[in-house]
């Protein structure tokens, strides 16, 4: 149809082309000026819906993404939380600490470096060969570490 061809190139009606479509399709211009802004009305609303239904795509989508880092979050912090009472339970005197002389790696920290910009490097020992590191040390020695290892 003559209309929507024109209305694809041209979603403003100029005055000029209002005439010579009238003239074409034999109906006055006001007639066609009616036509253009129905069809622009129409076209307006289907692109809000378009917009709309991409955007509750977006959205469904980060909720299922907020959903899974939620679930990350929690078993993170469990993952905390253990190694906490671990290593509590290691840097007290008073808790049997055969049970875990065995069975958990000793963490420890060499820190390296500049003012500017050093290096921390972990090593795995038994625990029974060396202190645990305290709470500041750890502390230190995870904000002193490469960052590449949180990734």
């Not at 006001?30 to 036509?35: D, L, M």
């Not at 819906?49 to 990350?72: F, G, I, M, P, W």
């Not at 671990?86 to 069975?103: E, K, S, T």
Request: hydrophobic share 35%; net charge negative; charged share 25%.
């Amino acid at each position: 149809m003559l209309l929507e061809k024109s209305f694809n190139a041209n979603k403003k009606l100029e005055p000029e082309l209002k005439l010579h479509l009238a003239i074409q399709l034999g109906v006055p211009p006001r007639q066609v000026a009616i036509w253009y802004q129905n069809k622009r009305a129409r076209w307006k609303t289907q692109s809000l819906e378009l917009d709309y239904n991409t955007l509750q795509v977006k959205l469904e989508n980060a909720l299922s993404e907020k959903r899974r880092l939620e679930k990350d979050v929690k078993y993170l912090q469990e993952e905390l939380r253990k190694a906490q009472e671990m290593m509590f339970g290691m840097n007290d005197p008073r808790a049997n600490n055969h049970q875990y002389q065995h069975q958990l790696p000793f963490v420890s920290c060499n820190s390296t470096g500049s003012s500017e910009g050093g290096s921390s490097s972990f090593h795995e020992d038994n625990v029974h060969d060396h202190e645990v590191l305290q709470i500041d040390e750890l502390y230190a020695c995870l904000i002193g570490a490469d960052r590449s290892i949180w990734s």
